[in-house]
């Protein structure tokens, strides 16, 4: 039998939770709340229901699960109610805005006995399930360096992400999901973190931030996120001790070329204006094989095929506790570093 969802908040997101949940094979939707009587009207024009406060959805027994869909400084204490009131949780990202406040809600979970997991949907992104795939395959050895990065132009959008009381910035707004994407390609303890942030159309929150999280091998991850960037840099790109793999835009393949033979006979020189050069010169497909990989099969209502799951006691819940705090941890180390201009020891490396 479906589930039953209620969703609070009808913005941009809370509108997508309430679609998926009306074309779901798992879900389905009870209603939603707003603060705003514009959002709730439209919802009713939809011909969906709408609950006239947060009392009336926690009230309603048939509710399996809350779906927090608000600004990010009202994610605690709507998670914390729902969950006190036997609901199950769904919060979006990030989760919030500080380790304490995280760990509290998961507090809450454990003493109600019921389910809590952040929405992290951009784990079925493609192109970072290509790149996972390629790393933990094994088929380039151990990474050196990955650079996430996602390029706008168009500034921080002009709402509440402009202001640092409702949870702004692109460290909270973007840098959580390349984080936590990060995160679970690269299984090893951190060791420390480095953060620049930029504030070229915003001084309140980040515009968008330089991250370097380097690992206990020595392994690193570069994210980035710039929102003033009228040309973007590839979406990804791996160094790895056998060759380098790059994915230059959401919509491409992920490109890869393997080195083969590190000795070459014979290299052609590459003419430049000023002079020759051999060390810079492109290989050939001697000494590397060159190919692209096929797009991995997504489909993002894996989300909520396994939190209904995991409701059921069936199955693990796939964004757990545990990660939810590391990379509100990580996000806390990044924002300790800009502000210090030092590198945080993340203490997990003893
Ligand atoms: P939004 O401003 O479009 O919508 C927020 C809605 O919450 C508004 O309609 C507002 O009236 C309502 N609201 C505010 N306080 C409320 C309250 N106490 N009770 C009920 N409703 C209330 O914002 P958004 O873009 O939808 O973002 C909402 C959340 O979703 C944020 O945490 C954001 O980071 C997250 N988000 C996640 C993704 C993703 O891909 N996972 C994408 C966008 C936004």
């Not at 360096?145 to 709402?159: T, Y």
């Not at 620049?196 to 929150?205: G, S």
């Not at 370097?212 to 392994?219: A, H, L, P, R, V």
Request: proline content about 2%.
């Amino acid at each position: 039998m479906k589930k039953k969802i209620a969703v609070v908040g009808y913005g941009g997101q809370g509108g997508w939770h309430a679609d998926h949940a009306l074309k779901s094979d798992v879900v389905e939707l009870a209603g939603i709340y707003d603060i705003r009587e514009v959002r709730n009207e439209m919802a009713r024009e939809k011909g969906i229901f709408v609950y006239d406060s947060m009392d009336a959805v926690l009230a309603d027994s048939a509710v399996d699960a809350v779906v927090i869909a608000v600004p990010n400084d009202l994610h605690k204490d709507l998670v914390i109610r729902s969950l006190e009131a036997g609901k199950h949780v769904i919060c979006e990202k990030p989760v919030e805005m500080s380790s304490e406040a995280v760990q509290e809600m998961v507090d809450a979970s454990l003493r109600c006995d019921r389910l809590f997991t952040v929405h992290h949907n951009r784990r079925w992104d493609v192109d970072f399930l290509a790149m996972k795939g390629l790393i933990k395959g094994g088929e380039l050895g151990k990474v050196i360096n990955i650079e996430s990065r996602v390029h706008g132009s168009r500034g921080i959008p002009s709402d509440w992400r402009c202001e640092k009381e409702h949870g702004g910035g692109m460290i909270l707004d973007w840098g959580v999901h390349l984080i936590d994407q990060i995160l679970q390609m690269i299984d090893e303890k951190i060791k420390s973190i480095y953060c620049i942030t930029t504030h070229i159309t915003n001084d309140e929150v980040d515009d968008g931030f330089k991250l370097t999280i380097t690992f206990e091998s020595g392994s690193t991850a570069y994210v980035e996120v710039g929102t003033y960037n009228f040309i973007a840099m590839p979406r990804f790109y791996l160094q790895c001790e056998k060759g380098t793999a790059m994915i230059t835009d959401w919509r491409q393949q992920c490109h890869v070329v393997k080195c083969k033979h590190w000795h070459e006979s014979d290299v052609m020189p590459v003419q430049t204006a000023a002079g020759i050069t051999k060390t810079m010169a492109p290989r050939d497909n001697v000494t590397v094989d060159e190919y692209d990989l096929a797009r991995p099969e997504s489909d993002v209502h894996d989300f909520y095929r396994n939190f209904c799951k995991a409701m059921d006691g069936a199955e693990p819940q796939l964004v757990t506790h545990a990660q939810i705090q590391r990379v509100m941890r990580v996000m806390e180390a990044a924002f300790e570093s800009a502000e210090k201009g030092q590198v945080i020891d993340f203490g997990e490396v003893k």
